[in-house]
Nanobody, 124 residues
Framework: QVQLVESGGGSVQAGDSLRLSCGASARTFSTYTMAWFRQAPGKEREFVAAISWIGDSTYYADSVKGRFTISKDNAKNTLYLQMNSLKPEDTAVYYC?????????????????WGQGTQVTVSS
C-alpha cells in the first residue's frame, strides 16, 4: 500500500499561485505514476495532471495546460503541483493519486491509491 498526504491548499485571489505537495510512504515511489485530480461540489472528479514513472512524461487537462506544472522528487517521495494564474473555476478539493500502470492515466479508475485531499479556494 501507498499512503498519500496532500498539503499546501488554501484560499487565494484570482491570479495568485499555490504549490500543492503530496508526500508518499512507499519504498517504490519512483516506480509509480502519480497524478492530481480535483473535485468541486456537485461535480465529478476531474483529471488535472499526471507524471509517468517511465521517462517522467507529463500530461495535463486542457483546462490547466500552461498554468499548472506537475513534478516529483523521488528522493523526498513527494509529488508537487505548481498552480499559477489561478481562476475561480479552479476551486476544488485536490487529490493526489498513484498507480503502477502506464495507460489510461486520465481515468480515476486507473489509480488504486488516493490521498484525503486539500482544499483550494480561489476568489475573484
Amino acid at each position: 500500500q501507498v499512503q498519500l498526504v496532500e498539503s499546501g491548499g488554501g484560499s487565494v485571489q484570482a491570479g495568485d499561485s499555490l504549490r500543492l505537495s503530496c508526500g508518499a510512504s512507499a519504498r517504490t515511489f519512483s516506480t509509480y505514476t502519480m497524478a492530481w485530480f480535483r473535485q468541486a461540489p456537485g461535480k465529478e472528479r476531474e483529471f488535472v495532471a499526471a507524471i509517468s514513472w517511465i521517462g517522467d512524461s507529463t500530461y495535463y487537462a486542457d483546462s490547466v495546460k500552461g498554468r499548472f506544472t506537475i513534478s516529483k522528487d523521488n528522493a523526498k517521495n513527494t509529488l508537487y503541483l505548481q498552480m499559477n494564474s489561478l481562476k475561480p473555476e479552479d476551486t476544488a478539493v485536490y487529490y493526489c493519486a498513484a498507480t503502477s500502470g502506464l495507460y489510461y492515466l486520465m481515468l480515476s479508475t486507473t489509480y488504486g491509491h488516493w490521498g484525503q485531499g486539500t482544499q483550494v479556494t480561489v476568489s475573484s
